[in-house]
């Protein structure tokens, strides 16, 4: 991986199974300081959807945490 101490990096998962279906989402601060958020899904959707709200939601977040 190319190391850009200057800008945060976001990782996403979605995953689904026969109850319910959630999301992960993990920040890396260009400082090094790391978040993490677990969600859960409150709608029928299936894997591919709960990687699709997986990356809207980390982007929301993102963008409340005022990374640019």
Partial sequence: PVDHPEHWTMYFNGSLNLDSAGA????ISPSGDKLCYVLR????????????????????????LGVK
Wanted: no cysteine; net charge neutral; hydrophobic share 50%.
């Fill in 41 to 64: 899904i409150h709608f029928q959707a299936s894997n591919n959807a709960a990687e699709y709200e997986a990356a809207l939601r980390g982007l929301r977040i993102a963008i409340q």
């Fill in 24 to 27: 992960g989402i993990y920040f």
